[in-house]
């Protein structure tokens, strides 16, 4: 539990050092623009931009759209919990789970698309 919030802090980080960097960079390239060539090429030149990551854009893949889901499973010890925690990811549209041995509560990532409510839910039953 203490490396979530670890993971997310440094993932924070990052995202933030991304956008001060971007920001340098863009002011600086449109400043070096601005005086070499003019406004008319700060426009051109963020239009280029802009267009170049439309194209880069429209070929990745679209992400997949997934939900959070509580299953509560009873009481566990942490190897069952952990064993518990591999066989709900053979379940069909689950994408992610965690099962928290003291909470009796398993937490998964689903493509509620895809997800296999009865085979879920033989888990559920199986663990109570």
């Known amino acids: 539990p203490m490396a979530v919030p670890l993971l997310v802090g440094g993932a924070m980080g990052v995202y933030s050092s991304s956008q001060f960097l971007g920001i340098f960079i863009g002011g600086t390239l449109g400043g070096w623009?601005?005086?070499h060539f003019g406004l008319p090429a700060v426009f051109f030149l963020a239009?280029?931009?802009?267009l170049l990551w439309f194209l880069i854009a429209a070929g990745m893949p679209q992400p997949s759209y997934l939900s959070s889901k509580l299953l509560r499973v009873?009481?566990?010890?942490?190897?069952a919990a952990d064993?518990?925690?591999e066989q709900l990811l053979s379940v069909h549209g689950v994408a992610d789970a965690v099962v928290v041995a003291d909470e009796g509560v398993?937490?998964?990532?689903v493509d509620s698309k895809e997800l296999d409510e009865p085979a879920l839910h033989k888990y559920a039953a199986a663990q109570s």
């Open 106 to 109: 398993a937490y998964l990532k």
């Open 83 to 85: 064993r518990l925690a």
């Open 74 to 79: 009873g009481q566990l010890q942490n190897e």
């Open 47 to 50: 239009g280029c931009i802009g």
């Open 33 to 35: 623009s601005m005086g």
